[in-house]
């Protein structure tokens, strides 16, 4: 019993001053959410694993944290089943209920659910943690929070516009220089059919998607690898080695691209969204990027990925638009395009970049020190009356001696300390001391309120 | 797969109108903590089970969430053990982790294990919610939130009387009307003493709570039953039928228990605590009850119980000091105090008499019909100027019949709804409809903006 108590691996417990700063970044992406039109939604941290299996391939069936059942577990279980342990079987057997793995499948399934409730197009947002079993490292953790904004129901591009305002509004608020990046599935399929190997798109975006990291003669080698002709690889190679303003890179494209009417679709696609987005103006970067290749299985059309310009972490946040959201519940044919802030990696950069403005702070404004019963009550009238103002106050409860007091109002803090001793309470007074500055100032509940307003 | 998919039993989805009325809840609670100096805290959902078992009683290991072990979860066990079925042994090799039962548990283990960074006396709250395999019944969920507030690491009863102050701040701010009721666990054992019995103050308390349901004749037959002479049960009887003014009970407490200095010392501590609130004053009802004995094997001091006056529901809010919050972790004699607000049958009350103001709502401000590319792009950039002064805003993302756009406003119960057509677009004007009063007016952006802030 006596051994100290520790959490699991990769969990976190948060103190107050990292609670302020993360909810600073929570409201902040709230407060946009909201601006924009996103109304919230929660779904429960259990699932049945029957909505999670096989929505994450086989990898993430294996990082899910399945739920005990209650009661008998074994129940079901035959005593040749358990001396088997074919793993997997077993699982369906111990296990009905699951932790959510991401905030989309739930929302999918939310969608199914309640859709004859539901106004189309809906434009849900969700912050929640999401439980993975991953093998925990640097900034990589088994509970963490996403913050999701989906519009469903709706074909719109107008929908692409603004999720790129409604980034460039939460990293402006933040104050993190991101370059947003964009691309589209579409124009990575065009590219795949004009060098002639439709079937291999995957391979080839894989292989496009390293450029920054191994180079262009070693994505080429990896290509080659992978079957690709020469005429193939010479063919990509102006696609590799794309440069200059958003409009020449268009430009480039649709020229590449003129044979595949898939491609000039997402050509035509990029331009319109990049004409809003410009019409509009942002304070963020905005490039065009056909190495961006993430969720490809997954996005169908506009590609949206948000990198911190002064920190090195990848992506901090992420989205695209998908054609098929729910039909694996059952009802096809639902498109619709969402992002997701990596609030984690976000906090870390704000603690890297000591971004927090300086009221982000767990402290009350002002603590009464305590000189006994009488002064003490006293001060406890004062402290109703601060509040009612909305000024956040407190008494230290104890009478304790003075040093004490102080370095507790020191070590958390606090700006102001409130004195009244047995002479500010014959007088009706207050001793306020500025804890940042060092004076004080003798003051009536009605000035000290006003001050401190 | 074309199932409708399902949510565990006794979990919830929250509908964007259910997550604007419960936040409009949790914001109310965590302004009032805010203001009186409370921090706040989170911890992980998952703690190891040797944090959590043991904790709650055997029925309360019983309803534990488990988390089946990653990777090869049968590694420990052997085949003999398998097939044995001792489900307690197999349930601690298959599981090493647990969801959280309450946040009393992770937060004595937070303290313990964050004892050298935290500075006491230690203000802390914490809103998560918590998960148990209780079987799900009316009001009764096995995901749901607490909203705790403690205090560590003083012995003062100003921090009771702040305690009560903040429930009346939160109860008066949501518009609930409540009764606080207290006691103190002292008082009961003084009773016990008194009476001759200090061995049963368990049985002793478990009956007097039953006063209001089955009325002092059960009462008494159930004390016989237990094995308690009538001299001590006609020794009781006052206790039973204790009633008149706070000030009135605490005479005849007094009067009681002279003879015990335990219970002598609940009824200073008792007295202590009403003498506090009452010069503070409240608007919420304050009744001394001695029938309270919530938590008898846990509070040590001040027991506190909340009940609507309006609503049947039970207990809405509850706490109490202890003296060993952290002992079972290797840290004895802490003692502190604490509140936890029933955020969910809060919610319940809330809902049953109506009690949101109008600002709660999910609905954006302003919805900006769409009539096309030019008229779109417009409006989106009043929309960013709308943005920009705070007010939320859309455009209906598809160029749809007026009519569906329209029924969407509705349906969405947005107040307001702005028109940019061609001849809007050709005057640089917005044409204003108020959904509610059907009125229209043709505006500048401008005077848009002053109209809606």
């Known amino acids: 019993m006596a051994q100290k108590p520790s959490i699991p691996k990769g969990t976190r417990d948060f103190s107050p001053l990292e609670m302020a700063r993360r909810n600073y970044i929570f409201d902040t992406i709230k407060k946009g959410f909201a601006l924009f039109g996103f109304k919230q939604i929660e779904t429960p941290a259990m699932e049945n694993l029957s909505t999670l299996m096989g929505k994450y391939g086989e990898e993430g069936d294996k990082l899910l944290f399945k739920i005990l059942n209650s009661g008998d577990f074994l129940k079901s279980c035959s005593d040749e089943e358990l001396t088997a342990r074919v793993l997997p079987k077993l699982t369906n057997k111990l296990c009905e209920k699951g932790l959510r793995y991401d905030l989309t499948v739930p929302f999918a399934r939310f969608v199914v659910q309640h859709r004859n409730e539901l106004q189309l197009p809906f434009k849900r947002y969700q912050i929640q943690p999401v439980w993975r079993a991953d093998r925990p490292q640097k900034g990589r953790y088994r509970e963490f929070y996403q913050c999701d904004a989906d519009v469903v129901g709706s074909d719109s591009l107008n929908n692409e516009i603004e999720l790129l305002s409604l980034i460039d509004t939460v990293f402006s608020n933040l104050g993190i220089n991101v370059a947003i990046k964009l691309n589209n599935r579409k124009i990575l399929a065009g590219i795949a059919e004009v060098i002639g190997h439709s079937d291999r798109i995957v391979d080839i975006t894989v292989a496009i998607d390293k450029i920054d990291k191994i180079g262009i003669e070693n994505v080429n080698a990896e290509l080659r690898e992978k079957g690709l002709d020469e005429a193939a690889i010479e063919a990509l190679r102006p696609l590799l080695t794309l440069s200059g303003s958003n409009e020449e890179k268009v430009e480039t494209l649709s020229k590449m691209l003129a044979a595949s009417e898939t491609g000039m679709k997402g050509v035509e696609e990029l331009k319109e969204v990049l004409t809003g987005i410009d019409a509009l103006g942002h304070n963020c970067d905005v490039d065009v990027?056909?190495?961006?290749?993430?969720?490809?299985?997954?996005?169908?059309?506009?590609?949206?990925?948000?990198?911190?310009?002064?920190?090195?972490?990848?992506?901090?946040?992420?989205?695209?638009?998908?054609?098929?959201?729910?039909?694996?519940f059952g009802m096809p044919g639902l498109s619709g395009v969402g992002i997701s802030f990596g609030a984690d990696r976000i906090y870390d950069v704000m603690n890297q970049l000591n971004l927090y403005p300086e009221s982000v702070t767990q402290a009350v404004k002002v603590m009464f020190a305590n000189f006994g019963k009488n002064e003490a009550l006293q001060s406890l009238k004062y402290i109703k009356a601060l509040r009612e103002a909305g000024i956040s106050a407190e008494l230290y409860p104890d009478t304790a001696k003075m040093k004490k007091q102080m370095s507790y109002a020191d070590s958390e803090k606090i700006p102001f300390v409130a004195i009244v001793g047995e002479s500010e309470l014959e007088e009706g007074t207050i001793m306020l001391k500025n804890m940042v500055e060092g004076s004080q100032d003798k003051l009536t509940i009605e000035q000290m309120i006003e001050k401190l307003k």
């Open 289 to 328: 990027d056909v190495s961006l290749a993430r969720g490809l299985n997954y996005y169908t059309g506009t590609i949206i990925e948000v990198k911190a310009k002064d920190v090195e972490i990848g992506s901090i946040t992420g989205g695209g638009r998908y054609d098929n959201l729910t039909g694996v």
